[in-house]
């Protein structure tokens, strides 16, 4: 009998109702005394690391991102992840963020009597240039959305395979997008490569005025260019979902900033996350059952 290891809680009663001849140990409250099983489903939770020891050969990560996983996880013969379960949530932020942007959001809500009725400074999105930089599930999503809004889409991604959405621009390099990015979004994983990725440099290239949302992980901005970005002008505001490092100690600069609107890594939340995350396992479980290949392997060489 296959064993799973689940720290998912809300995953218990639809894995035993699905695979019967499975048996699903709930270790959220800590590894049961002998208890082994060959996969592990989750990856985050405190007893993660130990369950590994106990005979664990594949490991289904919850999330998307391995920068934070423990390297005992990273370890095991068969990582994979939940590639695109935060796709719909994640994307929804994005265009939450251009869309305030645009439309001088929260500046433009009234607390008093305005000296004119009838005009506020605004911009639509329609006919605005998004500057992608990665174009994966998150990136695919967001791009979906974008070209719904009418808005041109211009990516960057690690390789040169064509876009899955019809008139997404695929260019060569970063420094084809800085220049012509009204909005600049950051979609790519967090790798040695991708560290710093904006630089004092890419700020000294990025379009004047434009509005730069990082959805992807903190380490991608080089917070002290960002700063002087913003000072500047250059950068007319930053929507930050992740900083270096999380957590962000307490009087940063970037709490107070007022051209920083930042939240606390919480744009994958929704009340559907862990079930898109679960479907993505249970498919997976069913392949690994009938001994066909995995889907959504993590390639470790690459970080993600």
């Known amino acids: 009998m296959v064993r799973v ?34 996969v592990l489903f989750g990856g985050w939770g405190p007893n993660s690391a130990a369950a590994v020891d106990r005979g664990v050969r594949w490991v289904q990560l919850s999330g998307t991102g391995i920068d934070n996983t423990k390297a005992e996880l990273l370890a095991v013969e068969t990582v994979t992840c939940a590639r ?6 994640i994307s929804e932020y994005v265009l939450a963020a251009m869309l305030a942007f645009g439309r001088g959001f929260p500046q433009n809500w009234l607390a008093e009597e305005p000296p004119h009725w009838n005009f506020q400074r605004m911009q639509t999105l329609a006919g ?41 621009e695929v260019v060569a390099s970063l420094a084809d997008v800085l220049p012509i990015a009204d909005h600049l979004v950051l979609a790519a994983p967090g790798t040695a490569k991708t560290r710093h990725l904006l630089d004092a440099a890419a700020f000294a290239a990025i379009k004047p005025g434009a509005h730069v949302v990082n959805i992807a992980r903190g ?56 079930d898109t995350a679960i479907d993505i396992f249970c498919a997976n479980l069913r392949r690994y059952l009938a001994g066909e290949p995995l889907e959504h392997l993590v390639d470790r060489s690459e970080g993600y």
């Open 128 to 168: 605005k240039t998004l500057g992608l930089v990665g174009l994966g599930g998150i990136g695919t999503r967001v791009a979906r959305l974008a070209t719904a809004f009418d808005m041109r889409v211009v990516a960057v991604r690690r390789t040169d395979t064509p876009s899955p959405i019809a008139g997404v």
């Open 219 to 274: 380490t991608l901005i080089d917070q002290d260019a960002l700063r002087v970005a913003l000072d500047d002008g250059r950068v007319a505001r930053a929507s930050l979902d992740v900083v270096d490092p999380e957590p962000l100690p307490a009087g940063h600069w970037l709490y107070s900033h007022p051209k920083v609107f930042l939240t606390p890594h919480s744009s994958w939340v929704s009340g559907a996350f862990f």
């Open 84 to 89: 695109g379960a935060s796709a719909v949530p």
């Open 5 to 38: 290891f689940n720290e998912i809680k809300q995953a218990n009663e639809r894995l035993r109702a699905e695979f019967p001849d499975v048996e699903v140990i709930d270790i959220t409250a800590g590894l049961p005394d002998g208890a082994t099983a060959e």
